[in-house]
């Protein structure tokens, strides 16, 4: 029996020898995208010594393998690693794609100031460690670190950006790839997003991005959260600011959990808390915030496609300085022209009237797919809805009722398609459909400022960029936007003649009421935009860029319809139905040089505006509320004409300094006078001491200089009662220079994991310094901001 047990083995034996590994698998390596070969990856058999390499042309071969299931790691430096699995029977052939994608590595690349929406446009990017700094403030507060970048002030807590010397509708906001809908034409309408959501913020001076809007005549502002890499984890951070002005702070968290399939949840929350602010001599009294913000991401993202839900809720409650509201003329006249407010009361949290309360909701479904050898396709639907509440000091039934009422709700569908299948161009076509209704609450016993109408936008845009070598890359775009406004708005019969409505659109009068028409203005819209410029790579470390862009905006409601008491603004508000969409042609560019030394930007533009619209001060009104200064809309020819300027020098490894510069220069050229609200000039410079052995110890000191801005319009005449004469109003002329300030200290610490604490410890107008800013709206009644302390607590884990 163990005779025959001997020789089945081997025979068997010899049957297992005799097994055909002669077989021989040949492949290929190639771009996803455009089917170029890939050299250099490296393809091993997994738990076998079998390792091969692609040559110039993408092709390797492996020998002597066994009939049967393999399954192949191929690996490449710029590459995702990707698990093949494949039946070898006979010489067997085949071709593998890998991802090898300039747009797909910025995902899980951090990269420093680099332009990723535009290769010609001035771009700018906010490092983290500025938005974690700025975390207890608002949006316009953090952008003010970019040369060019200023804020449009109602008080402290209102804050709406400033880019090159415009504002406004004309600067547009993207949250996670949504265009913000949120009455941003209003100048104490702050923008409604939460600068703790989102840790990849960028600014694009001017239009040459006419992919997210061709209005963008400003720039535009992107907000993106951070890529979530595809890997098995759970991690967040918890930052604590405390503030000594307004003796508060806000505290955020955020907690993503991710899985190697590419699934993730991601959750953010934050609320704030401030009562009155405090000037260096007084309170500014009324001026607390109370705000609170959360979001909620689920999605998916592998290679092939991803998707994405999202949803935002955004909640601000602003009190707007007591003494901005006034009740006649001459105390109109006697608060603008004093140097101390009418009102101050003790410190307080505390929200009275007036003040305003803001809440918005958004949310987005998107989904994208890539074709191999062809591009990607995405597409996006999104919601949003604004309530706007404004509260005035009112008495008696209506003591607590709103003033100013306003549901803005907008539903947004757009799609495009990229083409990258060859090497070195990079165009995409893409399609936008938007409605929006406004519905202005006539239950507030106010004249409604802002009318009712349902708003229709289709927009088409077609955008490139193509590398003609190493050193040169062009980029080009073209857009068209339609726009169609239908409201339905009463007019006071005396504001209708006076303003020569009853000559010019008597046609749109649907009923009239006697001391009231019942109107239904209906006007469309058909702008053209387009953006073209190169990048030139003069060698690693020097760049030059130029853009021209031609951008046309068409006029919001406040510019159309505006028609009495804008509570919150302390004004009354005058539009025009003949003012017709403005139009834009910058010339833009800019000299960079980046090494680990110094480096520098040196940005000049031109901006000429046709049919340039403003609202500017050309009187007083009495009503039963009070007496308040009378701003009208008027369009006019415009250009502005500035330079942005950075510099930075390290001195050493651990000494650097930093130097930023901004002019810009606005003329109403049809009656050759200053444009209103133009920011002064102004200049930055900062030195740092960073000793990463001493807990990444950090220290730095700011100084910012704001010049006195010499070019504004002329002050407007009104008659006094008291006087019984006309007197001067001195509501245009600036305040005069001033100088701030800053200290910054922070080091890390290890509870868990390394350096997963930081503390840190920073001071704004460290001097206590009294100061009015051109640029902040209540300058006419108080002081700004004195001495801030700000103690910041931030963990991850």
């Known amino acids: 029996m163990k005779y025959y047990l001997y020789v089945f083995a081997i025979f068997c034996s010899t049957l297992i020898y005799a097994q055909d590994c002669n077989s021989i698998l040949l492949g290929e390596i190639v771009d996803f995208h455009d089917n170029s070969p890939l050299s250099g990856a490296t393809i091993n058999i997994?738990?076998?010594?079998?390792?091969?390499?692609?040559?110039?042309?993408?092709?390797?071969?492996?020998?002597?393998?066994?009939?049967?299931?393999?399954?192949?790691?191929?690996?490449?430096?710029?590459?995702?690693?990707?698990?093949?699995?494949?039946?070898?029977?006979?010489?067997?052939?085949?071709?593998?794609?890998?991802?090898?994608?300039?747009?797909?590595?910025?995902?899980?690349?951090?990269?420093?100031?680099?332009?990723?929406?535009?290769?010609?446009?001035?771009?700018n990017i906010l490092s983290v460690k500025d938005i974690e700094q700025n975390s207890g403030k608002s949006l316009g507060d953090a952008l003010k670190k970019i040369a060019g970048v200023s804020t449009l002030n109602t008080g402290g807590n209102i804050v709406k950006p400033v880019i090159q010397g415009l504002n406004g509708s004309r600067i547009l906001i993207l949250n996670n790839n949504v265009r913000m809908q949120d009455m941003e034409w209003g100048e104490e309408h702050a923008p409604n997003v939460d600068v703790n959501a989102n840790q990849n913020i960028s600014v694009i001076k001017g239009a040459a991005a006419i992919e997210y809007g061709g209005d963008a005549i400003g720039g535009v502002i992107v907000l993106e959260p951070l890529p979530i890499v595809r890997t098995d984890s759970l991690f967040g951070k918890t930052q604590l600011n405390l503030a000594s002005n307004g003796r508060g702070g806000n505290i955020t968290s955020t907690l993503t959990k991710s899985y190697k399939s590419g699934l993730y949840i991601k959750g953010q929350g934050s609320y704030k808390r401030l009562g009155d602010l405090e000037a260096p001599d007084y309170i500014l009294s009324n001026t607390g915030i109370k705000e609170s913000g959360a979001s909620l991401s689920v999605g998916k993202r592998d290679f092939i496609q991803g998707w994405e839900g999202y949803y935002s809720y955004f909640n601000s409650e602003i009190g707007i300085l007591r003494a901005s509201h006034i009740g006649n003329i001459d105390d109109l006249i006697t608060a603008i022209n004093s140097d101390v407010p009418s009102v101050v009361n003790d410190f307080t949290y505390d929200i009275d009237q007036p003040f305003q309360e803001v809440t918005h909701h958004l949310g987005k479904l998107s989904y994208y797919r890539r074709f191999e050898g062809f591009g990607k396709w995405t597409t996006q639907y999104d919601f949003q809805q604004n309530r706007r509440f404004e509260y005035d000091v009112r008495v008696g039934d209506d003591a607590d009722k709103a003033s100013l009422d306003l549901k803005l709700t907008t539903h947004s569908i757009l799609t495009n398609i990229k083409f990258d299948a060859k090497q070195g161009l990079d165009f995409k076509v893409g399609a936008l459909g938007r409605y929006q209704t406004n519905f202005a609450n006539p239950d507030t016993g106010v004249r409604r400022l802002i009318p009712d109408y349902d708003k229709y936008d289709f927009g088409l845009f077609a955008i490139g960029s193509y590398e003609l070598n190493n050193d040169w890359t062009l980029d080009a775009g073209a857009r068209y936007d339609f726009s169609r406004i239908d409201a339905k708005k009463f007019?006071?019969?005396?504001?209708?003649?006076?303003?020569?409505?009853?000559?010019?659109?008597?046609?749109?009068?649907?009923?009239?009421?006697?001391?009231?028409?019942?109107?239904?203005p209906v006007f469309d819209y058909h702008n053209f935009s387009g953006t073209l410029g190169f990048h030139y790579e003069i060698n690693g470390k020097d760049h030059l860029r130029f853009n021209y862009a031609y951008a046309q905006r068409a006029p919001n409601p406040s510019e159309l319809f505006s028609d009495g008491l804008h509570h919150s603004a302390a004004r009354i508000e005058l539009g025009d139905l003949r003012i017709k969409s403005e139009t834009s042609s910058k010339f833009s560019a800019s000299l960079e040089r980046n090494t680990t030394k110094w480096g520098y930007t040196v940005a000049p533009f031109l901006n000429s505006i046709n049919d340039f619209i403003l609202v500017e001060p050309t009187g007083v009104e009495f009503t039963i509320r009070g007496a308040f200064p009378v701003w009208s809309y008027r369009q006019t020819d415009a250009v502005l004409l500035g330079v942005d300027a950075s510099l930075y020098n390290n001195w050493s490894s651990s000494i650097r300094t930093d130097h930023k510069f901004a002019w810009v220069r606005g003329t109403d050229t049809e009656t050759d006078t200053p444009l209103i609200h133009i920011p002064a000039a102004n200049f930055t410079n900062s030195i740092s001491y960073t000793n990463p052995r001493w807990n990444n110890f950090l220290i730095s000191l700011e100084s910012q200089y704001v010049f006195e801005q010499t070019r504004y319009p002329e002050n407007i005449e009104v008659y006094s009662p008291e006087q019984q004469e006309n007197v001067i109003l001195d509501i245009n002329t600036p305040p005069d220079a001033y100088h701030l300030l800053a200290l910054n200290t922070e080091a890390s610490f290890t509870l868990k994991n390394k350096n997963d604490l930081t503390i840190g410890l920073s001071a704004t107008n460290l001097l206590n310094t009294n100061y009015r800013d051109y640029l902040n709206r209540q300058r006419y009644f108080a002081d700004d901001m004195g001495r801030n302390i700000n103690l910041r607590l931030i963990f991850n884990y």
């Open 491 to 520: 007019y006071r019969t005396s504001r209708w003649e006076e303003r020569g409505y009853d000559v010019d659109f008597s046609d749109i009068i649907l009923e009239d009421l006697g001391t009231q028409l019942f109107t239904n």
């Open 46 to 123: 997994t738990g076998k010594d079998y390792t091969a390499t692609s040559k110039e042309n993408g092709k390797f071969s492996i020998k002597q393998l066994c009939d049967g299931v393999i399954e192949l790691e191929i690996s490449h430096p710029e590459c995702t690693t990707k698990f093949v699995t494949l039946t070898i029977n006979g010489d067997t052939y085949s071709e593998i794609r890998l991802e090898h994608h300039l747009e797909e590595l910025k995902e899980v690349k951090v990269v420093g100031d680099v332009p990723k929406n535009t290769n010609s446009g001035q771009e």
